[in-house]
């Protein structure tokens, strides 16, 4: 019986990769429990999947997936998480900013009777001020737009219960935000906080156009307020259209005409017009786009290799 399963996903991370496995055997070896490792390629372009072939034939407790081709992050942890056989399951990235030594912190917890225990950052060393910026103001906005308490400050590093992991597996939706997924669910979760430490090696994997895509999908996974946005939006130009028909007609009667401020008004009139038109139909398109996404019921992700599995539980790829 497996206790303890550390669910890692992987994109080009043939440098990290060793040290990771060095420190979490560290880790490994004083937990109580048989663990497992779950790593999962995303289809890396480097020699990744070689590092995890050797570490297979090394350790027994290392289990691999080989996606097919490059499917992204919050699938490459779906995977995992459909593969996952601990009563406690474990998520982290490969780049080593998630330190493993905080993983008995978080078991802990999770023994305390806590289903989700989730690692909050309270510093991130080694990364520029409009960075952090954009992390504040990224995680309160998303809380201000959605319609679960998402906390500030947190990834997908953290532990998860057998049972909240089952209730994540059953759920279908392809767009996967798995930080606003397990908020969703509920049931007693906590906190463990840490200082982010810098990537241990190779390059950042999670641009700012990735980043705000994932927003992006947690935003309209989590919430219809976008929607509400766009209504408010159309009242809004309606309003200042019967402002600006009245402020017309006070400029004819009243005031000497002038073609200038004739040609202004309807200038402006039009791009305010075109702009509101253009943003709602892009909050439409976005949730149409998802609906689209959801009625093809093509699978999220395809396996090319899954070795060290011998039980496999809730596989909806």
């Known amino acids: 019986m497996i206790e303890y399963s550390i669910v890692i996903p992987i994109y080009n991370e043939q440098e990290n990769l060793p040290e990771l496995y060095n420190r979490l055997k560290q880790i490994i070896d004083t937990l109580e429990g048989k663990s497992e490792l779950v790593l999962i390629d995303d289809g890396s372009k480097d020699n990744s999947l070689q590092i995890l072939e050797e570490l297979n ?10 996606f097919a081709r490059n499917f992204g992050h919050q699938i490459a942890v779906t995977a995992g998480l459909n593969y996952a056989q601990g009563n406690a399951i474990i998520v982290m990235d490969a780049d080593l900013q998630d330190p493993p030594e905080i993983i008995p912190e978080l078991i802990e917890k999770w023994q305390q009777g806590y289903h989700v225990v989730y690692a909050q950052r309270v510093s991130r060393k080694q990364e520029n001020w409009f960075k952090k910026l954009m992390a504040y103001c990224f995680y ?33 939706e392809k767009h996967r935000y798995i930080r606003g997924l397990r908020a969703w669910i509920g049931f007693p979760q906590t906190a463990v906080k840490f200082n982010r430490d810098p990537r241990f090696a190779g390059e950042v994997k999670y641009t700012f156009t990735k980043s705000l895509k994932l927003g992006i999908d947690g935003i309209i996974s989590l919430s219809r307020k976008p929607l509400k ?15 600006m028909m009245i402020l017309v ?10 073609q200038l401020v004739g040609y202004a008004m309807i200038t402006i009139a039009i791009f305010f017009l075109g702009a509101v038109q253009l943003i709602c139909l892009g909050i439409l398109g976005e949730y149409i786009g998802r609906i689209y996404d959801e009625v093809k019921q093509r699978p999220i992700y395809t396996v090319k290799k899954a070795v060290g599995f011998n039980k496999i539980q809730n596989i909806n790829h």
């Not at 737009?145 to 279908?172: A, K, Q, Y």
């Not at 946005?229 to 402002?243: E, M, Q, R, S, V």
């Not at 007609?249 to 002038?258: C, D, G, H, I, V």
Request: proline share 4%; net charge neutral.
């Open 249 to 258: 007609l006070f400029w004819r009667l009243y005031q000497a005409p002038t």
């Open 229 to 243: 946005i766009a209504t408010y939006l159309g009242l809004l130009t309606a309003l200042l259209a019967i402002f």
């Open 57 to 66: 034939q090394k350790d027994s407790g290392v289990h691999y997936l080989s």
């Open 140 to 172: 309160r906005i998303l809380n201000r737009f959605t319609d679960v308490t998402i906390p500030n400050d947190t990834g997908d590093f953290c532990l998860m219960s057998r049972e909240v992991v089952n209730i994540l597996n059953s759920m279908p």
